[in-house]
Structures are given as structure tokens and as C-alpha cells.
């Protein structure tokens, strides 16, 4: 019987304590999960969990460092905090705090641009956005692995946090950083068959320039097709770089006549440059044709773009993407 007591007592004490120590992390924590009142704090690279802790009680976000980091440290995402400055919400709990920290929409200072731009189109973007200072000190280069100094091709589509007073040349290094990162995640880096990094990189433009994500891989492999028995690539993307044209869907016959080495319909092989900025699907795709004989393709309607070696066949489905057009399907 005294041994039940004895355990009863025990019992009662553990839960007592347990429940202090509950309550006294409590009250090192503010409740709310959010509140009007907003702070901007600003998170630099090479920031620590501790480091981040201590900006945050000392903006007023939360009430005690420890907590945080007691938190962060048994949350992996964590380690996934972007440096930017961070828009977050005062006299929250420090899990609230975590939480906003890691949502990518309360960064102040993002920029971003989609797969497929050109150099000069992002060049722009950079001039007009107010997160720049100075200009391009045409210094920055891609990796002496691509033995060119063209940035075409090497400025990767992402999200970017830039910090305030970034420069041209930070913000172009950023980009080229990220692609490195890319191109070796995509096995361009190791080369393909005959096909140098470089070579690689003007064919994933190529393909990213040609169509949508589920076709990359039929895309990449009808270049592959007509590079391997020496045809011409024929691809209006090409000719559009090269009179910096964007928007019509159907090359008017005039442009093949396009004096410029970017021609692929005059000039055979590659084109000098890649024609735009590849994100990672097209990078994977470049190296990782689908199996297949095609040497044609077109985009009969929105969404249906289909493949064949026969001449004959292509013809016939040309003739149905221009009775769609007609018909104001790609409008």
C-alpha cells in the first residue's frame, strides 16, 4: 500500500513539475499567432539560428530569444530561412514567428523572373527595379568551364532576396551562382555524348524557347535527331533572338532570309549563343532526350504539339495548326 502512495505522490509531483515548466516556457512566449502591428528585420547571410533569436527579441517579434531557438533548432526547415529583409508580425510566439519567417511572400525586396527571358529582357528588369544601384560593370562572367563571356544562358530564372544596396554586379553574380547550381544538379556540367556544358546550355535554350515542360524531353530529342545527321534546326525561336522579336507564333517567310548566324534555317549546327535564360526542366531535358525518331514537330492547338519523322505528316498537322489559327484558337 505505501508503495501505491509512494507512486501516487511521484506521479503528482512529475506532473506538477512538468506543468510548471510548461507554463513557465509560457510565459518567455507571447500567444499570439499574429497581430496589425508589422516590423521589418533584416536577415543576412551567414545569419545563425542564435543570431536570428536575438534580432527577433530585440525588434519586440518575440518576447525571448531561447524560445526561438529552442524551437528552430528542433525544426529542420529552419535551416531554410532566406537572407532579405523579412516583414513580420510584433508580439507573436516565436512558432508563429518561425512560420512567417520561412513564407517566402513576406520578404521585401524580391525579385524574380520566369524561364525563357532573354539577357537584355532581365538586364531591364534590373535597370527599373529600385533594389539596384549602378550599372553592369561588364566584369561579371559565367564559369571558365563554358569557355564563353556571354551571360545568355547563365542568368537563372528564380526568386532572388537582394539586400539593400546590391549592386548590377552582386545581382548578376547571384543569378550566375544559381545556375552553377542548377547546371551541375542537371548533369550538364559533365557534358553529353559529343556536347560540350556549353553546348548544352544553347540547346536547353533552344528547348526552353520551343514549347512547354511535358514536351522538353520529345523537344530535346528532335535536336539531337537533326543534329545527328546534320539538318538544319530550323527554329523560329532563333531568328526571333535574332531580330530581338517576341509574339508571333507563325514566322513570317520574309525572316528566313535573316542575314545572321542565328538563322538555324540558313546556317547549320547550334547557334553562336543560347537565345535565352533555361530554367532547371530545360537544363534536365538537354541531357535526357526522350526516346524517339522525330526529326518534326508542331503545335497543331494550345496544348497538343505533336511529334514525327514523316515530312508528309507534318505537312498534314501544319495545315491544322493554321486552320486553328484561323479560327482564333491561339488568340
Not at 533548432?73 to 519567417?101: C, T, V, Y
Not at 511572400?105 to 527571358?117: N, T
Amino acid at each position: 500500500m505505501k508503495r501505491v502512495i509512494y507512486l501516487l505522490i511521484s506521479s503528482c509531483l512529475s506532473t506538477l513539475i512538468f506543468i510548471g515548466l510548461h507554463d513557465a516556457f509560457l510565459l518567455n512566449d507571447f500567444k499570439a499567432l499574429s497581430s496589425n502591428e508589422k516590423v521589418q528585420i533584416l536577415i543576412e547571410p551567414g545569419d545563425t539560428g542564435y543570431t536570428i533569436a536575438k534580432k527577433l527579441e530585440e525588434f519586440g517579434i518575440i518576447k525571448m530569444s531561447k524560445v526561438f531557438y529552442k524551437i528552430a533548432l528542433n525544426d529542420e526547415r529552419a535551416r531554410g530561412i532566406s537572407p532579405g529583409i523579412h516583414e513580420l508580425d510584433s508580439n507573436i510566439a516565436s512558432k508563429a514567428a518561425l512560420e512567417q519567417l520561412l513564407d517566402t511572400s513576406r520578404i521585401v525586396g524580391v525579385f524574380g523572373f520566369s524561364e525563357g527571358l532573354r539577357k537584355n529582357e532581365i538586364f531591364d528588369l534590373l535597370k527599373n527595379s529600385q533594389l539596384i544601384t549602378g550599372e553592369y560593370s561588364n566584369k561579371v562572367f559565367p564559369s571558365s568551364a563554358y569557355k564563353t563571356k556571354s551571360l545568355e544562358g547563365f542568368l537563372f530564372p528564380a526568386q532572388y532576396s537582394f539586400l539593400p544596396g546590391t549592386t548590377f554586379d552582386e545581382a548578376i553574380s547571384q543569378m550566375v551562382n544559381r545556375f552553377d547550381i542548377a547546371a551541375k544538379e542537371s548533369g550538364i556540367t559533365s557534358g553529353y555524348m559529343k556536347f560540350e556544358p556549353y553546348d548544352l546550355v544553347k540547346i536547353a535554350s533552344l528547348i526552353q524557347s520551343e514549347g512547354d515542360p511535358q514536351d522538353f524531353s520529345k523537344i530535346s530529342r528532335v535536336i539531337h535527331n537533326r543534329l545527328k545527321i546534320g539538318m538544319p534546326l530550323q527554329i523560329n525561336a532563333t531568328i526571333d533572338y535574332a531580330l530581338n522579336l517576341r509574339g508571333d507564333i507563325r514566322l513570317p517567310y520574309k525572316r528566313l532570309e535573316t542575314n545572321s548566324k542565328f538563322n538555324t534555317y540558313k546556317y547549320r549546327g547550334l547557334p553562336p549563343t543560347p537565345i535565352s535564360n533555361p530554367g532547371q526542366q530545360a537544363l534536365e531535358a538537354s541531357v535526357n532526350p526522350a526516346p524517339g525518331d522525330w526529326l518534326y514537330y508542331v503545335t497543331v492547338k494550345p496544348g497538343d504539339t505533336r511529334f514525327t519523322n514523316s515530312y508528309e505528316e507534318f505537312l498534314g498537322w501544319a495545315n491544322e495548326f493554321r486552320k486553328n489559327e484561323r479560327n482564333g484558337l491561339f488568340e
